[in-house]
Protein backbone atom coordinates (compact mmCIF):
# COMPACT_ATOMS: atom_id res chain seq x y z
CA UNK A 1 0.00 0.00 0.00
CA UNK A 2 1.32 3.46 -1.09
CA UNK A 3 0.14 6.37 1.45
CA UNK A 4 0.88 9.70 -0.64
CA UNK A 5 0.08 13.10 0.84
CA UNK A 6 -3.19 15.21 0.65
CA UNK A 7 -3.27 18.59 1.56
CA UNK A 8 -6.18 20.60 2.91
CA UNK A 9 -5.39 24.51 2.06
CA UNK A 10 -8.17 25.86 4.02
CA UNK A 11 -6.80 24.78 7.30
CA UNK A 12 -3.04 24.27 5.93
CA UNK A 13 -2.99 20.55 7.24
CA UNK A 14 -1.14 17.47 5.16
CA UNK A 15 -2.25 14.08 6.13
CA UNK A 16 -0.94 10.87 4.03
CA UNK A 17 -3.64 7.90 2.74
CA UNK A 18 -3.77 4.92 0.65
CA UNK A 19 -3.04 6.03 -3.01
CA UNK A 20 -6.53 5.25 -4.79
CA UNK A 21 -6.96 6.36 -8.30
CA UNK A 22 -10.06 7.23 -8.40
CA UNK A 23 -9.89 9.77 -5.42
CA UNK A 24 -8.18 13.30 -5.82
CA UNK A 25 -10.16 14.92 -3.01
CA UNK A 26 -10.27 13.46 0.58
CA UNK A 27 -12.04 15.00 3.68
CA UNK A 28 -9.77 16.66 5.81
CA UNK A 29 -9.55 14.96 9.55
CA UNK A 30 -9.15 18.77 10.89
CA UNK A 31 -11.43 21.20 9.29
CA UNK A 32 -13.88 18.68 7.25
CA UNK A 33 -12.93 20.09 4.23
CA UNK A 34 -11.41 19.52 0.99
CA UNK A 35 -8.28 17.69 0.90
CA UNK A 36 -6.01 17.56 -2.50
CA UNK A 37 -4.39 14.74 -3.72
CA UNK A 38 -0.51 15.87 -3.68
CA UNK A 39 2.09 14.19 -5.68
CA UNK A 40 4.49 12.18 -3.11
CA UNK A 41 7.76 14.28 -3.74
CA UNK A 42 5.58 17.19 -2.05
CA UNK A 43 6.80 18.59 1.36
CA UNK A 44 3.91 21.44 3.10
CA UNK A 45 5.75 24.83 4.33
CA UNK A 46 5.06 25.92 7.93
CA UNK A 47 1.89 26.91 8.74
CA UNK A 48 2.34 30.48 9.20
CA UNK A 49 4.44 30.85 5.97
CA UNK A 50 0.89 32.75 4.21
CA UNK A 51 3.13 33.36 1.24
CA UNK A 52 3.89 29.58 0.33
CA UNK A 53 0.72 28.65 1.37
CA UNK A 54 -1.05 30.96 -1.20
CA UNK A 55 1.75 29.45 -4.21
CA UNK A 56 1.06 25.97 -3.09
CA UNK A 57 -2.98 26.74 -3.77
CA UNK A 58 -2.40 28.50 -6.86
CA UNK A 59 -0.21 25.48 -8.28
CA UNK A 60 -2.16 23.54 -7.13
CA UNK A 61 -5.45 24.88 -8.45
CA UNK A 62 -3.67 24.95 -11.83
CA UNK A 63 -2.89 21.15 -12.34
CA UNK A 64 0.69 21.14 -10.58
CA UNK A 65 0.87 19.16 -7.03
CA UNK A 66 4.66 18.58 -7.16
CA UNK A 67 4.28 15.65 -9.79
CA UNK A 68 8.16 16.10 -12.23
CA UNK A 69 7.76 18.17 -14.68
CA UNK A 70 10.18 18.23 -17.90
CA UNK A 71 11.70 20.70 -20.28
CA UNK A 72 12.52 18.85 -23.04
CA UNK A 73 15.50 20.38 -24.97
CA UNK A 74 16.69 18.40 -28.34
CA UNK A 75 16.61 14.79 -27.35
CA UNK A 76 17.73 15.52 -23.56
CA UNK A 77 14.47 16.50 -21.04
CA UNK A 78 15.77 17.84 -17.53
CA UNK A 79 13.69 17.64 -14.66
CA UNK A 80 12.08 21.63 -13.88
CA UNK A 81 12.51 22.82 -10.00
CA UNK A 82 9.00 24.28 -8.97
CA UNK A 83 9.06 27.93 -9.02
CA UNK A 84 9.53 30.13 -5.12
CA UNK A 85 6.91 33.27 -5.85
CA UNK A 86 3.93 33.70 -7.22
CA UNK A 87 5.37 35.93 -10.07
CA UNK A 88 7.53 33.25 -11.17
CA UNK A 89 4.38 30.19 -10.76
CA UNK A 90 2.61 32.46 -13.49
CA UNK A 91 5.05 32.30 -16.05
CA UNK A 92 5.36 28.51 -14.49
CA UNK A 93 2.29 27.37 -15.42
CA UNK A 94 1.52 28.95 -18.49
CA UNK A 95 4.80 27.10 -19.76
CA UNK A 96 3.98 23.87 -18.52
CA UNK A 97 0.03 23.94 -19.06
CA UNK A 98 0.69 20.55 -21.03
CA UNK A 99 1.95 19.14 -17.82
CA UNK A 100 -0.83 20.09 -15.61
CA UNK A 101 -2.88 17.41 -13.84
CA UNK A 102 -6.83 17.26 -13.68
CA UNK A 103 -9.16 20.01 -14.80
CA UNK A 104 -7.98 23.40 -14.58
CA UNK A 105 -9.22 26.51 -14.77
CA UNK A 106 -8.64 28.58 -17.43
CA UNK A 107 -4.74 30.32 -17.64
CA UNK A 108 -7.13 33.62 -17.79
CA UNK A 109 -8.34 32.92 -14.26
CA UNK A 110 -4.99 33.02 -13.01
CA UNK A 111 -4.33 36.78 -13.11
CA UNK A 112 -7.28 37.07 -10.79
CA UNK A 113 -6.34 34.55 -8.18
CA UNK A 114 -2.64 36.20 -8.24
CA UNK A 115 -3.99 39.90 -7.91
CA UNK A 116 -5.84 38.39 -4.96
CA UNK A 117 -3.00 36.62 -3.28
CA UNK A 118 -0.66 40.02 -3.50
Known amino acids: MILVPHTCFACRSTFKRPFEEALIYRKCPGCGGQARRMDKLFRPPKKADEKQWALLDFLAGHGFVFQKIWLKQGSTSY ?13 FVLQFKDQAIGN ?8 VVLISIL
Open 104 to 111: CPPIESAS
Open 79 to 91: GVPYPSTIEQAME
